[in-house]
């Protein structure tokens, strides 16, 4: 059960007594969307496994969830907790360094592979090992070889930040997933769940791709908390352990094919 809404008196730590003084969680997300992660309708109603989340630590809070929509990158998040315009960040968010002298974050409530799209026909000689990291920063020295989602670490893990390099960027998974099926390009590189929750969209694209995930790599997926609220980055670690919120990815898949996410 939800905990009840708790008055001023009770002691609660700065961050989450204002929280509760104002009676709104403030959720910065990405205006647009991360499937089925997030999921934007065309009448704007927000869905998806991080919708739910973040209504229910609200809800725990015993307070409203208030979505704002901070842009289009995960990049615009940081930016919006940063500055304290919102409480906590989500939508397929990914630790990084360069975010985390920004940001606070909780521990993790999704740990994936990261794995790799590869076309059956085109990438015959990749296909007996996945491709190590190493592997695909060499392919990444090639046109029209690598593809990558243009939000997210995918770059800085390459460590290719000029954007001027031969590595494409897509928009999104789903049009990242659909180049490398068309032959548009050999291999692409996205995070676990994204890959599976496009075949499973798309089972017919298993015939001219191979999934694969990459040695030794993993990609963890956290709630920003914003600076001035360590007590509250500290709840929701407990949140996340004791309510048992670390995501089961295959779970994760049947719920969204069983949901408009």
Request: proline share 6%.
């Amino acid at each position: 059960m939800p905990w009840r809404p708790v008055a001023a008196d009770d002691g609660l730590l700065p961050s989450i007594q204002q929280i509760v003084d104002r009676g709104v969680l403030t959720i910065a997300v990405v205006d647009g969307a991360r499937p089925p992660m997030i999921k934007r309708g065309a009448d704007g109603k927000l869905s998806g496994f991080d919708v739910d989340l973040a209504s229910d630590i609200a809800a725990e809070l015993g307070v409203e969830p208030k979505f704002v929509a901070a842009g289009p990158r995960r990049e615009d998040i940081i930016l919006t907790v940063a500055a304290g315009r919102a409480d906590i960040g989500l939508s397929y968010l990914s630790e990084s360094i360069d975010a985390g002298k920004r940001v606070l974050f909780s521990q993790p409530y999704m740990i994936e592979a990261l794995t790799v799209f590869i076309n059956r026909v085109k990438g015959v000689r990749l296909q007996e090992d996945c491709p190590r990291m190493s592997d695909l920063r060499v392919l990444a020295e090639t046109e029209n070889t690598l593809g990558i989602p243009s939000d997210g670490p995918f770059r800085t893990l390459l460590r290719k930040p000029d954007p001027n390099s031969a590595v494409r960027q897509f928009d999104s998974s789903e049009s990242l997933a659909a180049a490398v099926q068309s032959g548009e390009i050999v291999v692409s590189l996205q995070g676990e769940a994204a890959a599976k929750f496009y075949l499973s969209r798309n089972p017919a694209a298993a015939i001219k791709l191979q999934n694969c995930n990459v040695p030794a790599r993993q990609h963890r997926v956290s709630i920003a908390v914003r600076p001035d609220a360590t007590d509250l980055a500290r709840c929701l670690d407990l949140y996340i352990v004791q309510r048992g919120a670390i995501i089961d990815l295959d779970s994760l898949i049947y719920r969204a094919d069983r949901s408009t996410y």
